[in-house]
């Protein structure tokens, strides 16, 4: 019997985004005016000295070269499940948080855990083209939801309502939104964790950009008030 397996990494996910962004920097004349570039997530400068010094001393540290905790270091996870209570006034212990290496890998993990090849995933259009590349990579049908320019880019619960089929597993929100900027108000992320919970799927709530809300929005929702939050939410943070 001959088995053929086939590395998901060689699937067709399109031309990536941003070397094609970087070719339009680097082929523009300056005409305008000077470019700006608003990327983030890329700092221009270097990290602090104090910051440097503590990564040399980890480095030198035997402990750094061995395997870690598997959900990540007890004490990082239990300052975040500390700052998501306090944040989110609720009761979030260390044993609900798990560390990855960044949030694309945090993404990855849930689309493993909550889906496989042929199933469905709805994610709100314009998508961050990284959400996209996985769920393809992975065998998972992207099912677009378009959100409409004139309102605000903020996806409506309805539509989503119609888009669910017997293959979708979960409904992806990311608020404040990349690349729109969009802000979902609580409201409408309420009706999406409803909706979740009467068709039994997963809302995967990433709020990597939640520290960048406008002044006096500290608390972008109320779904850790709910009990069952367990039962349906999957919430990322970066």
Same mark, same amino acid.
């Given at each position: 019997m001959t088995a053929l397996v086939l590395n998901p990494l060689l699937l067709d996910t399109g031309s990536p985004p941003i070397p094609e962004a970087k070719a339009?920097?680097?082929?523009?004349d300056g005409r305008h005016g000077a470019a700006i570039d608003l990327s983030q997530a890329a700092p221009g400068g270097a990290p602090p000295p104090a910051l440097l010094a503590r990564a040399a001393e980890a480095a030198g540290s035997?402990?750094?070269a061995r395997y %870690?905790?598997?959900?990540?270091? /007890?004490g990082l996870r239990a300052a975040l499940a500390a700052d998501m209570a306090d944040v989110y006034g609720a009761a979030i212990g260390p044993g609900e948080v798990a560390i990855t290496a960044g949030c694309n890998q945090a993404f990855v993990a849930a689309m493993m855990a909550l889906a496989k090849a042929g199933d469905a995933v709805i994610v709100p259009t314009p998508w961050y083209f990284?959400?996209?590349?996985?769920?393809?990579?992975?065998?998972?049908?992207?099912t677009p939801l378009p959100c409409a320019p004139?309102? %605000?880019?903020?996806?409506?619960? /309805?539509?989503?309502?119609?888009l669910i089929d017997g293959a979708t597993r979960a409904i992806v929100l990311v608020s404040p939104n990349n690349p729109t900027g969009?802000?979902?108000?609580?409201?409408?992320?309420a009706a999406f964790a409803r909706l979740a919970q009467e068709a039994g799927i997963a809302l995967v709530l990433d709020e990597t950009y939640?520290?960048?809300?406008?002044?006096?929005g500290r608390r972008p929702h109320e779904l850790f008030a709910d009990p069952a939050w367990r039962e349906t939410l999957v919430h990322l943070y970066s």
């Open positions: 339009w920097l680097a082929a523009y035997a402990d750094s %870690g905790p598997i959900q990540g270091n /007890a990284n959400h996209q590349m996985t769920l393809q990579m992975l065998g998972i049908r992207c004139g309102a %605000g880019f903020v996806p409506d619960p /309805a539509e989503a309502r119609r969009a802000v979902y108000p609580p409201a409408v992320i939640r520290d960048f809300m406008p002044e006096g």
